[in-house]
């Protein structure tokens, strides 16, 4: 005979029972399964909404644009006419690709673009010739504490091997962003690989030739269901410069840009396009400026400028300024919204490139502070320059 079970029993069954239906059902359930993490991906930094950077070469940049630049946008650089301060921007960019090993297509204007590789700036050895960045908030005790833990000189024979291997661990793991030492060119071996592609505009008369590279080249990054195999840099430099013979193209030129920012958007790519706004009529020049995700411009400053040496600290110090006219947003509908729009560039000790914000030279005369510190207050009635 079989055991009937208790009412009790029965009841606190089904109970459980309806509950755990109940809970599969409702819609606030947590997933069961567990969301995998991202793989690794050298060069690359996730954020947030399902977005992806690659960083532009300049730390202080990245922290300005909030991260770097976005995968699937274009960057674009107005030049100015008076200096070529629009190449730093573009060697930085390329040579933290060709770090990272990350495919790289390369467009000039010169007959030898290939020529222009020999000219990537070098990243700055994580030993001691390595510039020392606080974050923007860090307490200056932690450095000095960080300085008081460092080994005497006279002690470090007795830790060779340990020092060593150290270092070894520390130069194999790749940083997001590096400091490049723009008096030492890149190291050969990183410029000689199968993933670097260079062509002249001299070649393709109708924008045509260019446009094909392009697309072959996004081709082979392509970005299936948001997964990120690999990124890629596009580089082109003064794609409007009167050598190019593009007169009278002006229509084509914005087709062009309109159609690369079509095919970097599905792939996962950034490109960087530098172009002469000084030959651009103003109309084009507006268009243009609406078809970039990011855009940013450079601006050399007069050497002898006594008016401006009064309003400025660190003008000494300063070759140009960057303004940040647009920033990219995608998956996102809140705009980005920065606390200054020009900055300074710098040369620290002559090799690295720096960003700081402008600040107001007060009464005394006193140092303006770097970008990220409060304090920096004023204005200035120029639209060109903001405190």
Known sequence: MAAVPREGAGAGGVGAGVRSATARA???????????????IPGVKHGLNGAAFVSSGIPDLDRILGGGFQLGTVVMVMEDAEAPHHLLLLRNFMAQGLVHRHPL??????KEPRAFLGTLPSPVSGSKDERPRMAPGLDPDAQDHDKGLRIAWQYKKY???QQSSGLHNRDCRQEFSNDFDLRKPLERQLLNGQHIDCISLLDSPNLEILQDHCSAFLSKLPRNDGTIGCAGRLAIQSLCAPQCGYFEMDWDMASFIRSLRAMVRSSNAV????????????????????????????????????????????????IGLLHVHK????NSQVPVILDATTFSLKLQKRRTLVL??????PVDGSTGSPYGVPGSSGSSKCSSIDF
Not at 105 to 110: D, R, Y
Not at 356 to 361: I, P, Y
């Open 26 to 40: 409702s819609s606030f359930s947590r997933a069961t399964a567990a969301a995998s993490p991202k793989p690794a």
């Open 105 to 110: 297509l390369f467009a000039s204007p010169s």
């Open 159 to 161: 830790f060779g091997e």
């Open 271 to 318: 490109a960087m396009v530098t172009c002469p706004t000084s030959v651009l009529p103003p109309s084009f020049c507006k268009r243009w400026q609406h078809l970039a995700d990011t855009l940013l411009s450079v601006r050399a400053i007069p050497d002898e400028d006594k008016d401006m040496a009064k309003l400025l600290t660190g003008y000494q110090d300063m």
């Open 327 to 330: 920033v990219a947003q995608l």
């Open 356 to 361: 700081e914000r402008l600040n107001q030279a």
